[in-house]
């Protein structure tokens, strides 16, 4: 009857899954494009960067892809504060067409995952500065010198790179070539949002990086952002994480791997039964009662004289170990060997206790020689 139970427990939860996946997928909620993205009318967004360059005549190109590409050799990729660091293969495809074919990639951030990328051209991030200026004449047009807003400064050293921007003795941007191409790295991140475009001198900064070679297309990597297609067609674009999970086959199957492996946790652990309470804890018997069972047990079988014969041999077995006497001779052969080879006077108490375990009287008597034969094995312990 159990097992029935699980069973339909089980098939009402994946009920209840699918019914929440198909929720999700009819409720069609658009979801917000991430940060710096070419779409974003946010603060932090680039919609507006965007819209100017359409503006002043360049093809701008702010679709998600089915995979990353290297920029062409008349187009620009610009990389705004990327959220997903590069991989291996990425760069691998990038540095090759950039070395063979050319093109320009400009990369710009002050985040973790900007850090990583710039650690790959050998630059990482520093504290923050301001007073970002122009380093000339690498930016000529439109007329820009200096701004005040606070970037990381870059750190390292390429025999190759030339400076861009500078803060103070700092530098906030450089730009080296790389074969037939050119990668410009920057950290203002602010001149590129749609509040940063709203100051005319971030504006101009931004406009110089991004048109410093003339290119004609000018693309903006929405890759690593989270800006995804798994086709060609639009309705397919698939942004952040969640909307992986809940509009990708891939996602979905995963989503129902997961349901799948907790419902079998679930029921294998079943069968096991429900939690047993702990026992209640009985207080133990303390050793003294049972060593006086023992001696009760002993007494009411008459083992009194048993008892006296093994402290006697233990005497002897204590001292024939030391003197190299034979414990199995009689008492009087015993003493006549030991008073033979032990110097000093014969021991009178030794042949009296032995004397007297022979033939205890009573069980009073048989705990005081006890008592004497325990003493008198500590002594020659004690003192061999």
């Keep these: 009857m159990t097992r029935r139970r699980d069973i339909a427990l089980a098939l009402g939860l994946a009920v209840v899954l699918v019914a929440v996946g198909l929720a999700s997928l009819l409720a069609q909620t658009p979801a917000e494009p991430p940060d710096h993205s070419a779409i974003s009318t946010a603060s932090r967004g680039a919609g507006a960067l965007a819209e100017w360059l359409a503006a002043l005549g360049y093809d701008v190109v702010t679709e998600p892809q089915t995979q990353f590409e290297q920029p062409a050799p008349d187009e ?6 990327p959220a997903f660091a590069v991989t291996e293969a990425e760069w691998r495809t990038l540095e090759r067409g950039l070395r063979d074919d050319g093109g320009r990639v400009l990369i710009v951030g002050d985040g973790l995952v900007a850090g990583v990328v710039f650690g790959h051209f050998g630059y990482r991030l520093g504290p923050q500065a301001r007073s970002v200026q122009a380093v000339l004449p690498v930016l000529t047009a439109p007329a820009f010198t200096r ?57 101009r900064l931004a406009l110089n990086l991004i048109t410093a070679t003339a290119p004609e297309r000018v693309r903006f990597d929405e890759w690593h952002l989270g800006r995804r297609t798994v086709t060609a067609t639009p309705s397919s674009e698939v942004i952040g994480p969640e909307a992986w999970l809940l509009r990708t086959s891939a996602g979905r199957g995963l989503l129902f791997l997961i349901a799948l492996t907790v419902i079998g946790l679930w029921l294998h652990g079943r069968p096991f039964g429900r939690p047993v309470p702990p026992m209640i804890t009985r207080a133990r018997r303390a050793p003294m ?36 006497i034979d414990p199995g001779l009689t008492d009087a052969d015993f003493l006549n060997r030991l008073n033979a080879v032990r110097p000093g ?40």
């Design 289 to 324: 009662e049972y060593v006086d069972a023992l001696a009760r047990l002993a007494q009411r079988a008459g083992h009194r004289q048993a008892a006296a014969d093994d402290y006697r041999l233990r005497i002897k077995r204590q001292l024939g170990q030391r003197y190299r």
């Design 76 to 81: 620009i990729l610009v990389m705004l504060e």
């Design 147 to 203: 701004v005040f807003t606070d970037t990381a400064v870059l750190q390292g050293e390429r025999a190759d790179a030339a400076p861009v921007l500078s803060v103070g003795d700092d530098l906030a941007a450089v730009t080296f070539p790389l074969g037939r191409g050119s990668v410009t790295l920057a950290t203002p991140i602010a001149a590129f949002t749609n509040d940063g475009l709203r100051d005319p001198d971030l504006a």
């Design 345 to 384: 006077a014969p021991d009178s108490d030794l042949e009296r206790l032995l004397e007297r375990l022979n033939a205890p009287q009573n069980d009073a008597e048989l705990l005081r020689l006890a008592e004497l034969a325990a003493r008198r094995l500590n002594e020659e312990t004690l003192h061999p």
